[in-house]
Structures are given as C-alpha cells and as structure tokens.
C-alpha cells in the first residue's frame, strides 16, 4: 500500500483546479492514504474540504514559517485550530527561501503554538526546517518532549542526525531526481538518505511535477525505485517499510484512529 505523508495539493504548487481533481480521484482510486499539507489558514480550509472527497486524504494543518509574520496577532486563533486538526504541518523554521518575510521570532513563536499543540495531544508534526537553521529546529522539538515528528526532506547536516537519529524523530524522504543534479548533490543526498535509520525513513511526493500526467500512482512508484536502489533494498520492501514505519508513527496518537484502520497489514 502507497502511503505518501507529504503531499500538496493547493497552491502555489498545484494551481491547475482539473489536475488538483484528478488527483484526488486517482489518490482514491488507488488508497493512497496522503497526508496533505497546508501552508496558512486559507489553504487549511481549502484542504479540509477536498479531503471530504476521500477518505484517503488526511487534512493536516500548517502555516508555512515564512507567513508567520502575518500570524503574530492570531496566535490564540492558531491554537484553537490545532485544538481540532487531525496532525499538523507544514510548519517549521526557514531563513533561507526567497518567500520569506518573517524574523526568525516570528517563526519561533508561530512554531512554538504548533509544537505545544503537538505534546498536549501527542500528534503528528510535518516539519519544514531549512537554510541552516535545522539544528535549532531540533533543539526546539528535543525541549519540548514530542514524539511524533518528521523531517520533511532533512536538510540539514550528517552530524545532526546522530542526534536526531538518537532522540528517535522521523524522516520523509521523496523525489531525489538524482539524475539532475550535481555529483556532489547527489552524493550528499545519498548519504544522507543511507544514514536515516530503516524503522525512521518515511516517504513523501510532496509537490507532484507539473505536467498532467504527474498524478501520485505514477510518482509514488518511481520514489519507492530511487529509495530502493539507494538502500540497495528492494521496492516491495521499501514500500513495505514505509507503511510499518507509518503504523508506527500513528501508534496510539488517539487523533489518527481513523487512519490506523486504512493501514492493513502488508
Ligand atoms: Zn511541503
């Protein structure tokens, strides 16, 4: 079973409503069970709604870090959000992205609501950390006592993920596109994806290329080949641990009941 724990379906990444369709059809189609991401209120509300479409896509909800400028005074309402999500993400700590517009407290505090939602009610975090920031990020989940929590494509160093990998946290791995990039991309990118300990690596697709074919049947496959080949494991098994290791992330999280039943043993 295809379990994609990144996935978005609204803009500014899938603009084309016909193909944001489709996409939900195939997703329900083939049980893709998908974690959709948000990235601000609006884009909540929005995800919310196409989920109604299927049971296969789990609405999460996030505020990317680079509008946490324009949340400062609605922290309150962003916590009374949280209150009734299922998980939460996309959010996190970013000073690097060319969107960007808020300070680092600004993120700090937006990330602080989304993370004490997370203790309270021990639920799933998709975390967004990037541009050098990734230890701090890390330090911010250790202080809190989290469980539940994914590196949504780690960008951070080797080093770091001692440590990470020590404190038990999660990693969503996707496209890698290997073959676009530089060796030593490419070389970093397969280190890092080898040194994510087996019972921690999760899949994700994240942002589905653009051409309207690029529907989650067909990307999904090919993320399970790359990782299989750069494990040196096999697809079924890669897709197999994904699903184990998304069963065990749920655990007992008493927000995602629902989804635990969409989960049949392999
Ligand atoms: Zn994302």
């Excluded at 541009?131 to 951070?156: C, D, M, T």
């Excluded at 290997?178 to 994806?193: A, D, G």
């Amino acid at each position: 079973m295809y379990v994609d724990t990144h996935l978005h379906l609204d803009e500014p990444w899938l603009t084309d409503s016909e193909k944001r369709q489709r996409v939900i059809e195939d997703i329900a189609a083939n049980k893709i069970l998908t974690f959709a991401q948000s990235c601000d209120l609006a884009s909540y509300e929005k995800t919310v709604e196409w989920a109604g479409q299927s049971k296969y896509v789990i609405p999460s909800f996030g505020i990317l870090p680079w509008y946490a400028d324009q949340y400062m005074d609605r922290l309150d309402e962003v916590a009374k959000l949280c209150e009734t999500a299922i998980m939460l993400g996309e959010i996190g700590l970013d000073l690097a992205s060319s969107r960007n517009e808020a300070t680092k407290e600004e993120q700090l505090a937006l990330l602080d609501v989304f993370v004490k939602a997370s203790k309270t009610h021990d639920m799933i975090l998709n975390l967004h950390f990037r541009g050098g920031i990734e230890p701090e990020g890390f330090e911010v989940l250790k202080r809190s006592g989290v469980k539940r929590a994914i590196f949504h494509w780690y960008s951070g160093t080797l080093e770091l993920m001692d440590e990470i990998n020590e404190a038990g946290f999660y990693y969503s791995i996707g496209q890698t596109n290997l073959s676009r990039r530089r060796p030593e991309q490419r070389e970093e990118i397969t280190q890092m994806i080898r040194k994510i300990p087996d019972d921690r690596l999760l899949l994700e697709i994240d942002v589905l290329p653009r051409d309207a074919d690029a529907l989650p049947s067909i990307i999904f496959p090919r993320i399970l080949e790359d990782v299989a080949e750069i494990k040196g494991m096999s697809v079924v098994d890669v897709e197999a641990l994904n699903q184990k290791n998304v069963r065990e992330l749920i655990g007992d999280s008493p927000r995602v009941s629902e989804i635990s039943d969409l989960l049949k043993p392999s």
